[in-house]
């Protein structure tokens, strides 16, 4: 099990000039330690979207790393994303699953049949270039070198302990952030 | 004796013209039962991507991420996807003032006598109590009616619908 704020320390460290979709409880770890927050994308309403966001930034900014922050409990209530993704094979696309092993998404009840469901097994079916799976702070740190290196598309299912609990949202609105990506978008141009 | 009025139809090419006009980058859609001429057309067309989802909502969010990334993007599903498209249509097309088109196949719709299938009775109601604007395209001559609809939702920054009241025609 690794500390949620770990994982997003480690993508940070690796993130370069990677544009990141991040939602849930992976966005209130995420927007504590970005230093890029002109690249980052907010999810704080329809959440389950963040891979279908992250394909139409894969497919429109092909020369730039697409990092997505998803959780178990959003990415399952929209698996067939999975399917969509695979078939694009955006080879820029890196699709991070934080696995939240107290369910507090869901107060800390599983929800039966689909406690269990295998993601990287799933995206593997799904088309997805890669998929693996880390529930150690020192593999993954390791590994994440590999993860920016390899094309993608690919999946990471990392098991987390939430620490996020006490942090809020950002105070950015999410339409508030999204302007800021697209004005440095095409300042970039 | 009655002289039969040739019908006026609907071609692939007009809608084809209307999106190259418009310098749409992607269309990202959900396949239905009367869109495969459409599909040979876009296949064909080298300026246009096409983007296949599984589900309608996914339409909307993959659009959104195409449009924060720069490009330009339509959505073209059918008027049932608009039903199931309809969280996302709120979060991301109306709350984040996103300016798409969404061509929408009005199934359902029947010009003279009764509507009897709910998904062709309900659109227009769904899409009033969003305050979405639309446009009725059935045939070539009102293809420009896209145009329309393009230059309305980048002047207003909001979603605006093209129903599509007709099969394509070959």
């Given at each position: 099990?690794?500390p949620s704020h770990e994982v997003a320390r480690a993508i940070n460290y690796h993130r370069d000039d990677a544009l990141v979709v991040s939602t849930s409880a992976a966005l209130r770890d995420w927007h504590q330690v970005s230093q890029r927050r002109d690249l980052d994308i907010d999810l704080t309403d329809c959440m389950d979207r963040a891979p279908a966001?992250?394909?139409?930034?894969?497919?429109?900014?092909?020369?730039?790393?697409?990092?997505?922050?998803?959780?178990?409990?959003?990415?399952?209530?929209?698996?067939?994303?999975?399917?969509?993704?695979?078939?694009?094979?955006?080879?820029?696309?890196?699709?991070?699953?934080?696995?939240?092993?107290?369910?507090?998404?869901?107060?800390?009840?599983?929800?039966?049949?689909?406690?269990?469901?295998?993601?990287?097994?799933?995206?593997?079916?799904?088309?997805?270039?890669?998929?693996?799976?880390?529930?150690?702070?020192?593999?993954?740190?390791?590994?994440?070198?590999?993860?920016?290196?390899?094309?993608?598309?690919?999946?990471?299912?990392?098991?987390?302990?939430?620490?996020?609990?006490?942090?809020?949202?950002?105070?950015?609105?999410?339409?508030?952030?999204?302007?800021?990506?697209?004005?440095?978008?095409?300042?970039?141009? | 004796?009655?002289?039969?009025?040739?019908?006026?139809?609907?071609?692939?090419?007009?809608?084809?013209?209307?999106?190259?006009?418009?310098?749409?980058?992607?269309?990202?859609?959900?396949?239905?039962?009367?869109?495969?001429?459409?599909?040979?057309?876009?296949?064909?067309?080298?300026?246009?991507?096409?983007?296949?989802?599984?589900?309608?909502?996914?339409?909307?969010?993959?659009?959104?991420?195409?449009?924060?990334?720069?490009?330009?993007?339509?959505?073209?599903?059918?008027?049932?996807?608009?039903?199931?498209?309809?969280?996302?249509?709120?979060?991301?097309?109306?709350?984040?003032?996103?300016?798409?088109?969404?061509?929408?196949?009005?199934?359902?719709?029947?010009?003279?006598?009764?509507?009897?299938?709910?998904?062709?009775?309900?659109?227009?109601?769904?899409?009033?109590?969003?305050?979405?604007?639309?446009?009725?395209?059935?045939?070539?001559?009102?293809?420009?009616?896209?145009?329309?609809?393009?230059?309305?939702?980048?002047?207003?920054?909001?979603?605006?619908?093209?129903?599509?009241?007709?099969?394509?025609?070959?």
């Amino acid at each position: 099990m690794i500390p949620s704020h770990e994982v997003a320390r480690a993508i940070n460290y690796h993130r370069d000039d990677a544009l990141v979709v991040s939602t849930s409880a992976a966005l209130r770890d995420w927007h504590q330690v970005s230093q890029r927050r002109d690249l980052d994308i907010d999810l704080t309403d329809c959440m389950d979207r963040a891979p279908a966001v992250g394909l139409g930034l894969s497919l429109a900014q092909p020369n730039r790393r697409i990092l997505v922050l998803d959780c178990d409990a959003t990415l399952r209530t929209d698996l067939a994303s999975l399917a969509t993704i695979g078939e694009a094979a955006p080879s820029n696309f890196v699709h991070f699953v934080l696995e939240d092993a107290d369910h507090t998404s869901t107060d800390g009840v599983p929800i039966r049949g689909l406690d269990k469901v295998d993601f990287e097994g799933v995206a593997r079916s799904a088309g997805y270039a890669h998929a693996c799976r880390f529930d150690n702070l020192e593999e993954l740190l390791i590994g994440m070198e590999d993860i920016m290196r390899r094309p993608g598309p690919i999946l990471v299912a990392v098991k987390v302990v939430p620490d996020s609990e006490s942090a809020r949202f950002p105070e950015r609105t999410m339409a508030d952030g999204w302007a800021e990506v697209r004005r440095a978008l095409a300042a970039d141009i | 004796m009655t002289t039969a009025i040739p019908e006026s139809i609907l071609h692939p090419a007009s809608l084809v013209n209307e999106l190259k006009k418009n310098d749409v980058s992607h269309v990202v859609w959900l396949p239905d039962s009367e869109t495969n001429f459409l599909y040979h057309m876009m296949m064909e067309e080298p300026t246009l991507d096409l983007v296949p989802v599984c589900r309608e909502g996914e339409t909307m969010a993959v659009a959104a991420g195409l449009w924060v990334g720069g490009a330009k993007p339509v959505v073209l599903i059918q008027n049932t996807g608009v039903f199931e498209a309809g969280d996302s249509i709120r979060g991301l097309c109306l709350d984040l003032n996103q300016p798409l088109v969404m061509l929408v196949g009005y199934r359902g719709w029947t010009r003279r006598g009764p509507t009897p299938d709910s998904a062709g009775r309900f659109i227009e109601h769904i899409l009033h109590a969003w305050g979405i604007n639309y446009y009725l395209v059935e045939t070539d001559e009102d293809a420009d009616r896209i145009s329309v609809a393009f230059e309305e939702c980048e002047r207003l920054s909001r979603p605006v619908a093209v129903l599509i009241g007709t099969e394509f025609g070959s």
